[in-house]
């Protein structure tokens, strides 16, 4: 699964509106917005960057004043973390990743489930953006541009779902990109503080995968972020399966004097 979920990461990198491949490397970026979290690289599976590669690669971000970052299945390429640690690249996190088969999905049954509804409206998608951004603590803030990616998703064959309720607004929701390489990427999933509990989490989980399969996906997988919500994922059939890391390069002193 390693290398599967390796080449749906330099696959879905190669979608963003600004795209470099060099020394083994994909980098893909997102004018209009600094964020480390949608401007990084991925390696190719099984890549042997050399010394120069890393450096080339570490370049094309700091000559557009970008954090130097990467994503990836580091057992699809073993020769990668090292040649990435000899440059001076640190640990930002290494998640686990789990994945979920038509085989393995689990429907929520009960009847005071959530209903689970696919934004259409610009109002939609902009409070589903609000909703998120409220979940994950401000990480990010609300913005027309969050709420085109999220419609851009929808419209390019990926899947955006929500839960909301009656006066009270959108609830929280999830999204997945389109497949690529047979597997699909389960991401964004939240609901408002005030809300959790509820199941609006596994119910928007269940729907978006539900969804992926119905497109011809073979699996979905996601990244967790804590306990509680491995449990979540779990329930909805999410099952283990390997690790992802995220090594970044922190500025010298100089250049963080100029940030």
């Known amino acids: 699964m390693d290398n599967q979920v390796q080449s749906f990461a330099v696959a879905n990198l190669r979608r963003r509106p600004e795209v470099v491949e060099t020394g083994g490397f994909v980098a893909g970026f997102m004018p209009g917005t600094d964020s480390p979290y949608l401007n990084y690289a991925t390696p190719l599976p099984g890549a042997e960057p050399t010394g120069r590669d890393v450096a080339s690669l570490t370049a094309l971000f700091q000559e557009r004043g970008l954090l130097p970052r990467l994503e990836f299945a580091p057992q699809a390429a073993p020769a990668v973390e090292p040649a990435l640690r000899a440059a001076g690249f640190g640990t930002e996190a290494v998640h ?5 088969t038509p085989g393995t999905l689990v429907l929520p049954t009960t009847a005071g489930s959530p209903r689970v509804e696919t934004p259409a409206t610009d109002e939609e998608f902009g409070q589903l953006d609000a909703a998120l951004s409220e979940a994950f603590g401000g990480l990010f803030g609300s913005s027309k541009e969050g709420a085109e990616r999220l419609r851009n998703t929808e419209r390019n064959g990926g899947a955006v779902r929500f839960v909301r309720e009656p006066g009270t607004g959108v609830l929280g929701g999830a999204s997945c990109s389109a497949p690529a390489e047979g597997t699909a ?13 509820r199941g609006v989490a596994a119910a928007v989980t269940a729907a978006v995968a539900e969804a992926m399969f119905g497109r011809g996906a073979g699996s979905v997988w996601l990244e967790y972020s804590g306990e509680g919500s491995r449990r979540v994922y779990e329930r909805a059939g999410f099952r283990p399966q390997g690790t992802r890391l995220y090594l970044s390069l922190p500025p010298t002193p100089e250049q963080a004097e100029l940030l």
Request: glycine share 16%; charged share 20%.
């Open 96 to 100: 686990e990743y789990l994945v979920c």
């Open 185 to 197: 990427e389960l991401s964004g999933v939240g609901t408002r503080p005030a809300f959790r509990g």
